[in-house]
Structure formats: structure tokens, C-alpha cells
């Protein structure tokens, strides 16, 4: 059976894409931490991000780190906060959240966000990543 995030990968289900090549995607997270909340996410339903190829992990975290450099750009932080946690999806996805404080990093504030604010997060981040 399908994930979640291979039904929006596949178009099945609506998400707001920021990142897309042969190997993974970006989508903004429907219940975001802090804005520009992002979930990077390997196009293969790998269920623990330990059973990921080195170079599918690596190619992950190049991903990654090129979005982090766009957070910083469309948001202003400090910081970006990569997380792996994967209890709640059984697909390896990086959270990647803009930051100030540790507490900026507490799952307890994620909160269901409107469809207007995820598009407009995405496009500001789509916008930065021209010039990364």
C-alpha cells in the first residue's frame, strides 16, 4: 500500500512541491512547525532512513543542505533544524525548519496550516533557491 507522500509524489493527493529530481522531493509540511517547514523525501517508499543507500542518504542530504541555504534566504533564522523522527509516515522524510531557538524545534507547536500560507511559503522558497 501506498505512503502518503508516494500518493502526493504521484499526484494522487495535492502538496506544494519546492524540490523535485529523479531521486527525491520537497513538499512543504500540511502541519508546520514554524513557516517554510519542508519535508525532503526519497521518491523510493524506504520506511527507516537507516535502510537508505549511502548514496541515496547522501543525495538526500545534498538536497538538504541546498534547501537549507534557501530557508535562510526566504525566512529569517538563525538556523536550520534537520530532524528525522518517522513514526508518523512509514517513508524516510528530513524535516528541515527554519529556527531561532530550541524551541523553534518542538514538534508540540506543529499546527495545521492554511492551503494560501503553504502555497506562499513554497513560492518564497522557490523564489530563493534562483539564487543558491
Known sequence: ??????????????????????YAVAIMTIA????????????????????????????LMGVAQTLAKALKQAFVCERVSMMIVGLEVPHTHLHLVPIN???DANFANAKMAEGEDLAAAAHKIREALVSV
Do not use: N, Q
Open 1 to 22: 500500500m501506498s505512503t502518503i507522500f508516494t500518493k502526493i509524489i504521484k499526484r494522487e493527493l495535492p502538496g506544494h512541491f519546492v524540490w523535485e529530481d529523479d
Open 32 to 59: 508546520p512547525i514554524k513557516p517554510g517547514h519542508i519535508l525532503v523525501i526519497p521518491r523510493d517508499e524506504i520506511d527507516h532512513w537507516d535502510d537508505l543507500s549511502a548514496a541515496l542518504a547522501a543525495h
Open 101 to 103: 531557538t530550541m524551541e
